[in-house]
């Protein structure tokens, strides 16, 4: 049997045992529902509180202005739309955000400029970076939200948040940063990245899918929209999920204080998985070299399509991705590498290969000696290949 190489953490990690032990008691003896008055209920509403008092105390934040939400996508959706309405009331219609944000951004902000928001979507840089000054420049007296991730979930660029918050809170826009992908893997701190509204999700750093959390500062004002019960302050109806949320305070835990060591394992990794690969021809590095996640490696092959690599890769036991998840599948080429400009034809030949601190240095070496074999095959019966080869084609890489 082939073993499993698992580089697709960017999409979804293994849970931790700190994580998985930690939700177990509130799977079984303390089932209870938070909002009875029973001691059952009560035990599980002191679990509840507990976990969000030890997530606030880790990023920056204080108990009272943490939501929890069923993951990133919930907590981004209800970022947008609150912002959105509570402009809107004082006549702001404009929103900022960037061309290369998750689908759970970009496509709220779809609705909303249907409903008749004005949205501007602010180019990357070819290196996938944005400055806080072109932040800046776009401001209006009517923009009501500046929304802008903290790290991208395709090629791992870190954006310059703490600079963007600062800007957003000198010209009086509220600033919401999706840190999904940074949150339990570079220091993320509200208070000091001056951050009005912050979602995170636990399956990304070593957590249970199905929760996350909106951070939004004292004095933002955050609208619900699930009716229901009073849970959450008001802002999100619906009985907690009392394991998940005790395995997220977990996880985080164990991700910060092991996040030193963390990021120095993954860099090595990383640049010796990027040297590894760049030596194949007509290969390009997506993202800025330096400014990006420990963990994200992510590379264009000229002449083949990433699609046909990942499906080899998988039946040699290497789990990656062409891309975000959400856009496997669709033939268009990631949105994000458009974005930094690539042409459709370099895009479509994309491979990201997200590590975590589980990943080993026999892992790299086996994906080092195992891609260019398979980028070779491709290219070999690659009709764009053999016309490049000819010089009936440009190379562009
Ligand atoms: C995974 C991800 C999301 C969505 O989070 P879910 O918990 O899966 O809904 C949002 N934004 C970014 C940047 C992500 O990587």
Known sequence: ??????????????MSDEAIAAMM??????????????????????????ARAKIAKLLGA???????????????????????????????????????EHHAV??????????????????????????????????????????????????????????????????GVTFHCDAVQAVGHIPVDVAKDNIDMLSLSAHKFHGPKGVGLLYCRKGVVLKSFIEGGAQ???????????A??????????????HMPENIKKET????????????????????????????????????????SLLLLLDAKGICASSGSACTSGSLDPSHVLLALGLPHEVAHGSLRLSLSEYNTEEEIDYIIAEVPKVVE?????????????????????
């Open 1 to 14: 049997m082939v073993k499993t190489v698992y580089v697709d953490n960017a999409a979804t990690t293994a």
């Open 244 to 257: 998940g949320i005790c395995a997220m305070a977990a996880a985080l835990e164990t991700a910060i204080a």
């Open 106 to 171: 970009l496509h709220t902000c779809k609705k909303l400029e249907k409903e008749g928001f004005e949205v501007t979507y602010l180019d990357v840089h070819s290196n996938g970076l944005i400055s806080a000054e072109e932040v800046e420049r776009a401001i209006r007296p009517d923009t009501a939200l500046v929304s802008i991730m903290y790290a991208n979930n395709e090629v791992g660029t870190i954006e310059p948040i703490r600079e963007i918050g600062a800007v957003c809170r000198a010209h």
């Open 25 to 50: 008691p509130y799977l079984k003896d303390n089932f209870g529902n938070p909002s009875s008055l029973h001691t059952v209920g009560q035990r599980a509403k002191e679990a509840l509180e507990g």
């Open 232 to 242: 959450e302050r008001n802002r999100r109806a619906g009985t907690e999920n009392i």
């Open 62 to 100: 204080d108990p009272k202005e943490i939501y929890f939400t069923s993951g990133g996508s919930e907590a981004d959706n209800q970022a947008l739309r609150s912002a959105a309405y509570v402009g809107l009331a004082k006549g702001k219609k404009h929103i900022i955000t960037t061309a290369f």
């Open 268 to 307: 090595y990794l990383r640049d010796k998985l990027i040297a590894g690969l760049a030596k194949i021809p007509h290969s390009k590095l997506n993202g800025d070299a330096k400014v990006r996640l420990p963990g994200n490696v992510n590379m264009c092959f000229e002449g083949i399509e990433g699609e």
């Open 377 to 397: 095959y491709l290219r070999s019966i690659s009709p764009v290949w053999e016309e490049l080869e000819k010089g009936e084609r440009q190379h562009l890489i």
